[in-house]
């Protein structure tokens, strides 16, 4: 399964945004398992924003982070300790737009199982893992409906023991599905089951954050 990921991500051609935003990268830590599971982090309750939420180790590009690449890595090891030596790069996903205006490049990598991870208190309070499997047999709890310049994006929502994976994170899953993977699985086409439709504040300011 491991090796057609690598195979599917290296032909892939990802979109690149050409919007003039700040610069973000994260990376999805895929470990490789017996049964592979993709890790995820949860942001601490006290920091002023995305507290509480899941996300994938990552952040902000620093002045001296010669590409984005670069950036995932640094924040992934300033985050949960993760030595940039045991990353092995599988490839890279389209560009997504956060609700406040960055521009975040994902990366997807091949890390080994059972590496002394630890969760930096300032940023972090919760590092943990879900089987692959879980994402590719759609097992969602339901659907977000967000619109996008003029459109509705179809986002799924996982609860996965206690643990809320949607949003940023979860549109970043649905193209690692859908071009690592093969799955039937599209931000733009309705899927069956309960949607959810995006809050009306929360468009504003994504709508504030993009002008």
Known sequence: MLE???ERLQAHRPRRAAL???????????????????????????????SGQVAFPGGKREADDPDLLTTALRESHEEIALPPYRVELLGRLSDVISLHGMRVTPYVGLIPPNLPLVADPSELDAIFEVPLRHFLEDCRHHTDVIPMDGRPLYVPNYQVDGQVIWGLSAMMLV????EGFGCPVNLDREPPGRLCYFPERLLRIQQQATR
């Open 4 to 6: 057609n990921l690598r």
């Open 20 to 50: 003039l935003l700040p610069e973000a990268a994260v990376l999805m830590p895929i470990v490789d398992r017996p049964e592979p599971t993709l890790l995820f982090t949860r942001r601490a309750a006290h920091l002023n924003t995305h």
């Open 175 to 178: 193209e690692l599905l859908a």
